[in-house]
C-alpha cells in the first residue's frame, strides 16, 4: 500500500516557513542556471513521492510570493499497477487544488503498453509518462521534472552495469529540449528532509523497494555501499558524469565535422582510411540517426566498413539497415 508521510499536526512556525523558503530557493537557483524565464509555463511532473512534491510546493510558493510568474500546471499519470496507485492519483490533484494550480490527472495501462512494444514495466511506464508529458504540453512551454543528484547518480551506476561508453555516464542532463529538471544539484535525502520540516504532505511507493528491479538494488544497496566506502560518493559521480558530459560534446562535434567531411555526393559514407574507433563510432551513430542502434551493430559495421568487404548489409533496427561496398557505407 502507498503510505501518506505527513508531519501536519504541528502548527505554523517559523521553522516550517524557512523549510519551505529553502525549498524555493533551491528551486530558484536551478531555474536561474538552465535560464527558465520569470513568465515560463511550465508543466510539473507529480508522481506524489518526496521529489515531486517539494518541486510542486516550491514552484507554488515561488508565484504566490511574486518571485516567479510562472504559469503553472501539474500533472500525473497513474500507471495503474498498484492496487491503490488511484490513492495517489487523488493524492497530486488534491494538492495541487490546495496550493490554487490548474492539473491534470489520467490513468494509462502501462503493463498492457509494456507487452504491446515488447518494453519492460519500467521502460514502458517512463515511455508513457513522457508521451502523457509531451501531449499536454504547449509548443511554448517547458516540462519540469523533480529528478535529483542521486536519480543521476543511479543513472550512471546502472549504465556502467550495462557497459556503456562515455555517452552513458553522462548521467541525467539538467535540461533536453523542453524537459528541465531544476533540482538536480539538489540531495534526495534533503528535499525530503525540508518536506517533513515545513510538514508538508508526500506519498510514498512501495514499488521503489522492490528488489525485482535493478535500480532498486542500486539505489537501496550499491549507493549506501559506495557512501560508506567514500563519503561524498554521490558527488563524485555527479562531477565525473559533468566532465563525461563535456568530453562527450567534443567527440560529437569532431564526429560531425568527420561525417561532412566523408559525406559522398550520393548520401554514402567514405570509409577509406578510418577514423579511430572512438570517432569512428560516433560518425555511424550520427549518420544512422535515432534511436541509436546497438553497440554490437555499430561494432559490426565498423568491422565490415574497415575490411572493404562487398555487398554486406548489417540491420540496425527501427527498420534501418547499412550496406558496405567499396568502402561506402549506405544507410537505407
Given amino acids: 500500500m502507498g503510505r501518506l508521510t505527513q508531519d501536519g499536526a504541528n502548527p505554523p512556525s517559523t521553522t516550517n516557513s524557512t523549510a519551505l523558503w529553502e525549498l524555493a530557493a533551491a528551486l530558484d537557483a536551478g ?53 491503490d496507485s488511484a490513492d495517489d492519483a487523488t493524492f497530486v490533484a488534491d494538492a495541487a487544488a490546495g496550493l490554487s494550480l490548474a492539473y491534470e ?6 503493463r498492457a503498453l509494456a507487452r504491446t ?27 519540469a521534472t523533480a529528478h ?11 549504465n556502467l552495469l550495462r557497459g556503456t561508453g562515455l555517452s552513458g555516464v553522462r548521467g541525467i542532463p539538467a535540461r533536453r529540449g523542453r524537459i528541465v529538471r531544476p533540482l538536480l544539484t539538489m540531495r534526495r535525502h534533503e528535499l525530503r ?46 562531477r565525473f558524469s559533468r566532465l563525461a558530459a563535456d568530453d562527450e560534446m567534443l567527440m560529437v562535434e569532431l564526429a560531425a565535422a568527420e561525417l561532412l567531411r566523408r559525406g559522398t555526393s550520393d548520401g554514402g559514407v567514405d570509409w577509406r582510411d578510418p577514423p579511430r574507433s572512438a570517432i569512428g563510432r560516433r560518425v555511424l551513430r550520427l549518420a544512422i540517426g535515432d534511436p541509436a542502434p546497438s553497440a554490437e551493430r555499430i561494432e559490426a559495421l565498423l568491422e565490415v566498413a574497415a575490411s572493404g568487404s562487398g555487398g554486406v548489409r548489417i540491420e540496425l533496427g527501427g527498420g534501418r539497415a547499412a550496406s558496405v561496398k567499396g568502402h561506402v557505407i549506405r544507410i537505407t
Avoid: K
Avoid at 535529483?148 to 546502472?158: Q, Y
Fill in 31 to 83: 531555474a536561474s542556471e538552465l535560464d527558465i524565464a520569470d513568465d515560463a509555463s511550465l508543466i510539473l511532473a507529480v508522481s506524489g513521492g518526496p521529489d515531486s512534491v517539494a518541486l510542486m510546493h516550491a514552484a507554488a510558493h515561488l508565484v504566490e510570493t511574486d518571485a516567479r510568474h510562472w504559469r503553472l500546471t501539474v500533472a500525473h499519470l497513474d500507471h495503474g499497477l498498484r492496487p
Fill in 148 to 158: 535529483t543528484a542521486d536519480d543521476a547518480a543511479e543513472t550512471v551506476l546502472l
Fill in 105 to 110: 490527472v489520467r490513468l494509462t495501462d502501462v
Fill in 117 to 143: 512494444e515488447g518494453r519492460s514495466i519500467e521502460e514502458a511506464g517512463r515511455e508513457a509518462r513522457y508521451r502523457f508529458l509531451e501531449a499536454l504540453t504547449p509548443q511554448d512551454a517547458l516540462i
Fill in 193 to 238: 528532509d525540508l518536506l517533513d520540516v515545513a510538514g508538508i504532505a508526500y506519498r510514498l511507493d512501495p514499488s521503489n523497494d522492490d528488489p525485482a528491479y535493478l535500480r532498486n538494488r542500486v539505489r537501496g544497496q550499491l549507493v549506501p555501499l559506495l557512501e560508506e566506502l567514500r563519503a561524498g560518493a554521490i558527488d563524485c559521480i555527479g
